[in-house]
């Protein structure tokens, strides 16, 4: 049996289109360039990865609480956050071909990638990369709002608010996931970068001096986490900003970076932010953000080290590192993704072998059954091999096989995706059986 675990953009992107996953946004009008809409597998997978990062980075921490801020926020914000004067890209075009470039993406002394042509770009100009409206009936300077270019805003404006009226203390953090917007200049490559996203952020606020050692603490355990998610080490690496990378609020930053089929490219940052953001908002809001320390009375605005992950970014590194196409004997080739059953979008797959004789109606009794703890998927047409193969391409970890052997004895044949390993079980038994297969799960 031979592997190939590295899969084309193209490919993913037809597989996430045929099997639900992902559409183009407004396809029967052509198409919103950069904008992609997740389909009914899609939004369960989107949902679990989130889900895991939620019971990660909150359930397992008690000193981390969950936050879910508005999308548009006072314009003041953005003044103070810096966002306003500094967030932007430099921009250069194609005076040829009019295409519309990253200065930071491409070499400025070689040809224009589009269309060939040497000495086409023009100067870099900078391009702010929020999003604004304008709230209520009145189109003015003042009515202006802007879409948050990032989920952290709201967590530094409600610092006062959650350090009051729940428990923490610190060092504690929290966390928020939601939606995003930049306008950004080139999106592409698939879900990778589009103006609509969505993060997972972490803020955890610490004593000053302490910020090092947290600093240490939250890269290790932002890697760890992908390890436990079942995404292969070697697609994994550290990258340290250098000098004129750093963001303007930022005292270090080290990337988690992907193997993604484009190459090596961000997928979390973790963040030593500081005091940055608290004195601003301080600053600009005129409010007293201090924090008093109940174990020797100091006070103090807090340092902050933050992981910021792209939500729908870790969809797509989900999915490209999940894939593979494996030569089985007789040079059939199984397409297959490799999800953690904890992401993925359907857990167990229940197939009668055949509807006649009461067998379907005993698989739909298990179906309903299983369906109280687990996302189940229910199928009786087709060549039981099929329908297997038609379960690897979502990633459905494990199928039950219902057979006449069920009427007589009560088993049931339990397969496994990865090693397509088939056991019989009772079928009394299936469901705690899933339980402590999920647990022990891990990818070969
Ligand atoms: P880049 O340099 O690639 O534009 P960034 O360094 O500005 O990204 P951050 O502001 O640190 O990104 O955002 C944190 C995370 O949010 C990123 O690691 C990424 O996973 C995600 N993210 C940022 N911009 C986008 C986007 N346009 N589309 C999808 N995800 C994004």
Known sequence: MSENRDVSMEKLVSLCKRRGFVYQSSEIYGGLA?????????????NRVKDYWWREMTQLHDNIVGLDAA???????????GHVDNFSDPLVDCRQCKSRFRADH???????????????????RDFNLMFSTHMGAVKDEGSIVYLRPETAQGIFANF??????????????????????????????????????EQMEMQYFV?????????????????????????????????????????????????????????????????????????????????????LDDSDHSRFLPYVIETSAGLTRSVLMVLSDAYEEEELEGGDVRTVLHFHPLVAPVTVAVLPL??????????????????????????????????YRRMDEIGTPF??????????????????????????????????????????????
């Open 160 to 197: 006062k608010n959650v350090a009051q009226t729940s428990r923490v203390k610190i060092p504690f953090g929290i966390a928020q996931v939601g939606k995003a917007f930049r306008n950004e200049v080139t999106t592409k490559n698939f879900i990778f970068r589009t103006c609509e996203f």
């Open 34 to 46: 950069g904008a992609w809409d997740y389909g009914p597998l899609g939004v369960e997978l989107k």
């Open 354 to 387: 055949v509807k006649k004789d009461g067998i379907a109606e005993l698989a739909q009794d298990l179906a309903a059954e299983l369906r109280e703890d687990y996302s189940v998927f229910y199928d009786q047409s087709g060549a039981i091999g099929r329908r």
């Open 399 to 444: 199928c039950v096989t219902i057979d006449y052997d069920t009427k007589e004895d009560g088993t049931v044949t339990l397969r496994f995706r990865d090693s397509m390993e088939q056991v019989r079980v009772p079928s009394t038994e299936v469901a705690a059986r899933i339980r402590e297969e999920i647990k022990n799960y891990r990818r070969v």
């Open 106 to 124: 491409v070499d400025l002394n070689a040809p224009c990638p589009t269309c060939g042509i040497s000495g086409s770009f023009t100067e870099p």
């Open 71 to 81: 999308i548009m926020m006072h314009p003041r914000v953005w003044e103070a956050s």
């Open 207 to 291: 004593k000053p001096g302490e910020d090092e050692k947290w600093f240490e603490f939250w890269k290790n355990e932002r890697i760890k986490y992908y390890d436990k998610i079942g995404i292969r080490k070697e697609k994994l690496r550290f990258h340290r900003h250098g000098e004129g990378e750093l963001a303007h609020y930022a005292k270090d930053a080290f990337d988690i970076e992907y193997e993604f089929p484009m190459g090596w490219q961000e997928l979390e940052g973790i963040h030593s932010r500081t005091d940055f953001d608290l004195s601003r908002h301080a600053e600009f809001s005129g409010k007293d953000l201090t924090y």
